[in-house]
């Protein structure tokens, strides 16, 4: 079975583990992020027929006073970014990740998930931002209070890496 | 009505009841209240215990008073009421307590007394470790519980392996956080970028890590690691190395492009399993020897022991069955033989018989003289002081001196005398002794010989050629008897018969025989033989040849036994 490497990223509080929870088995408390500001999980997804072993690095949440650890990201075959739709600076932050991931991984497929659609009347994202970052990611609205799109997300990015 | 009139109108309408009326009405507002208060009072206290604890407080030290008297009381009651809950907790108790010191003797014995703790102890002194981090290093076995074979650069699970009977989380995931864990340690801690984290420990637990430059090997240890593991852990990094050089540098995250390490990848755990099992089922033969040969050993001192004892109790035997010997007493020691003995002069000496005994151990013997009676030894006394002859027997039988054979009557005659001065000998029967003399029968042969002589002469003649070697003989034999004969007390006569042929006239030959008698004595005269031994006849004159005819002389020997 292909195992993959993939991270979780994303501003601090964007709901990346509240997505990853809604997804996989664990083995892991949460705890460890506050630790060593990481936490692993397992997935295996079905792609065509074939089966995936994903294990997901759910890095601690980026914020002015804590960086992403950039060992962590090695060898990851692609990566999920993590966006709060109603905190617009959730975006920027991401941008910002997506320096570090390209200058640490390279060419790498990068999945967006944004995040909180079903808080979409508070989301405070402006069009315009919306629509370029849609132009340079692939983008899919998720909810991990619902659960909506879960599934897709990691199925998206399963598929960018085959 | 003022109040002190109303008194005093009460005090004249009831007067003296007014006390026991007051008395009555205070009682039943008691009962009143106390039917009241039962009917709240456990409510109350309730519902006063949720509020607050001033309850028990308040009750404590009643309650603890309650228990003083009641214990003071009678001791048995309370004892028997907390039967129940004390049996269990202290045999509980006593059991724990117990077990454990089983554990702890066990453990105590068997660290303190075998030849491996006092080997352990001396390998202490002699590295200058402390006893207890030897013990633990030689008593604690190690298990290698899990091998992981982990991709350096994206954290996951090449191999895994497992031995049996752990307990094991998900591989992949325990893969990837360790991968983790050690960069948070080594960008935490680390101020030198070539220091890597090569070991964690957890109580018995040591995860051994082993890099290369692609890909990680670490390996579970419980309890001590052994030396070698390391190296089995870098050859086996190098061989794949080796071998999957591309593959590992672009990994695509498909563990089967490494199925065929397997193999090698568990050989890391069996082969510290052999080694441990081997370890442990090694026979032990150093011990199983030591103890056959202390055993043996044992064996035989006991052995030896016994036999010494049994070649003691043999000589004591033999020393017992001696005629002629009495044992006092015997005293039997591994390296000593004791006795004291009574011992005659006439018996095999116990010199003798100790000189049998073997170097194993020493015989000291102490002899005192005495005279023994029995029949063996009294004739070894006989034949001692007796001295027999060789053809004579000498025999004892319920000490009476029995005689056999032939003696001669000079043996017989000392005997006679002797025998008494053999102690212990009651008579002296010699009845079926032949006894000869042997002086006699020498003078008879003597005799014999003289009488067969015949000296012959010529025709006519009387005369005798006394240089013959018969004549010389004759000489010699007649002196011989001469002598014997008066030795043993006799006379000796000896008349020589002259003898003529039937020729010539009666008269010539009557004196040619006399004087043929007559030379013959004449020459033995000549010749150193008395005279009065000797008388001459012609054979016409002795009786008993008074036919014959010959030119000879006859001698005819006569013996008499002196007065």
């Known amino acids: ?162 | 009505m003022s109040d002190q009139e109303l008194e005093r109108v009460k005090q004249i309408l009831v007067g003296d009841l007014r006390d026991a009326l007051q008395s009555i009405e205070a009682r039943f507002e008691h009962e009143a209240f106390l039917a009241l208060v039962t009917d709240v009072v456990a409510e109350a206290l309730e519902q006063r215990t949720d509020t607050d604890s001033k309850i028990s407080d308040v009750l404590a030290p009643t309650i603890d008073q309650a228990i003083t008297g009641s214990i003071n009381q009678d001791p048995k009651k309370l004892a028997s009421s907390l039967y129940p809950i004390m049996g269990p907790a202290i045999r509980k108790s006593i059991s724990e307590t117990l077990q454990q010191m089983m554990e702890n003797f066990n453990q105590l014995l068997e660290e303190s007394v075998s030849p491996q703790s006092i080997r352990w102890r001396f390998d202490a002194w002699r590295t200058g470790r402390s006893y207890s981090e030897l013990v633990m290093l030689n008593t604690i076995e190690f298990r290698i519980e899990q091998v992981f074979l982990i991709h350096r650069e994206t954290s996951l699970l090449i191999q895994h392996q497992v031995s049996d009977l752990t307990d094991v989380k998900d591989p992949d995931m325990v893969s990837s956080m360790f991968s983790a864990i050690q960069d948070f340690i080594e960008d935490s801690f680390s101020t030198n970028e070539t220091n890597e984290l090569n070991t964690l420990r957890l109580g018995d637990l040591t995860v051994v890590i082993q890099r290369g430059p692609a890909a990680v090997l670490a390996a579970v240890v419980r309890g001590r690691v052994p030396e070698d593991l390391r190296v089995s852990m870098v050859r086996l990094l190098e061989s794949l190395h080796g071998q999957k050089r591309s593959q590992l540098a672009d990994y695509s995250g498909d563990p089967a492009e490494f199925i065929e390490l397997e193999p090698d990848v568990r050989q890391l755990l069996q082969s510290e399993k052999k080694q441990q099992e081997k370890a442990k089922k090694k026979f032990p033969w150093l011990a199983v020897i030591s103890i056959a040969v202390i055993l043996s050993a044992i064996g035989y001192w006991q052995w030896l022991g016994f036999e010494i004892n049994q070649q003691q109790k043999h000589l004591i035997k033999q020393l017992e069955a001696t005629a002629g010997i009495t044992l006092l007493e015997a005293k039997f020691s591994r390296d000593e033989l004791n006795a004291k003995l009574l011992v005659d002069p006439d018996a095999t000496q116990p010199d003798t018989i100790l000189a049998d005994a073997t170097a194993e151990f020493s015989t000291r013997v102490t002899t005192t003289p005495y005279l023994s009676i029995e029949d063996k030894i009294l004739q070894r006394r006989a034949m001692r002081i007796l001295t027999p002859e060789e053809d004579i027997q000498l025999r004892v039988v319920d000490r009476i001196l029995w005689a056999e054979g032939t003696a001669t009557t000079n043996w017989l005659a000392q005997a006679q005398q002797q025998w008494m001065r053999v102690a212990g000998i009651e008579s002296f029967d010699f009845n079926s002794l032949i006894v000869v003399n042997p002086d006699l029968d020498r003078i008879n042969a003597l005799t014999r010989e003289l009488e067969s002589f015949v000296f012959e002469f010529e025709s006519g003649k009387a005369e005798i050629d006394t240089s013959t070697t018969q004549f010389q003989n004759l000489v010699t034999d007649v002196k011989s008897l001469l002598t014997q004969a008066k030795r043993l007390g006799y006379t000796v006569k000896i008349d020589v018969v002259g003898f003529t042929d039937a020729s010539g006239s009666d008269r010539i030959n009557r004196i040619l025989g006399l004087q043929r008698a007559l030379t013959l004595t004449t020459r033995l005269v000549e010749n150193g033989i008395p005279a009065t031994a000797l008388a001459a006849y012609r054979s016409q004159d002795y009786p008993t040849f008074a036919e014959e005819t010959s030119r000879e002389t006859k001698l005819v020997v006569t013996l008499e036994a002196e007065n």
């Not at chain 1, 088995?25 to 992020?33: C, N």
């Not at chain 1, 709060?84 to 941008?95: K, M």
């Open chain 1, 1 to 162: 079975m292909l195992q993959k490497k993939i991270c979780m990223l994303g501003a601090f509080s964007v709901g990346k583990t509240s997505l990853v929870q809604r997804f996989v088995s664990s083995i892991f408390d949460d705890k460890y992020h506050t630790t060593i500001g990481v936490k692993i999980d397992k997935k295996v997804i079905t792609l065509d027929d074939q089966e995936f072993t994903l294990m997901l690095w759910d890095l601690a949440g980026e914020d002015v006073f804590n960086k992403i650890n950039p060992t962590y990201l090695r060898g990851a075959a692609g990566c999920i970014l993590v966006v709060d739709g109603t905190r617009p600076h959730t975006l920027d932050v991401a941008y910002e990740i997506r320096g570090l991931v390209a200058a640490t991984l390279g060419d790498v497929p990068i999945v967006i998930a944004l995040n909180k659609a079903d808080l979409k009347d508070q989301w405070l994202l402006d069009d315009d931002a919306q629509v370029e970052m849609r132009q340079k990611f692939d983008v899919i609205e998720t909810s991990a209070k619902s659960g909506n799109n879960v599934e897709e997300i990691f199925e998206r990015l399963g598929r960018l890496m085959l």
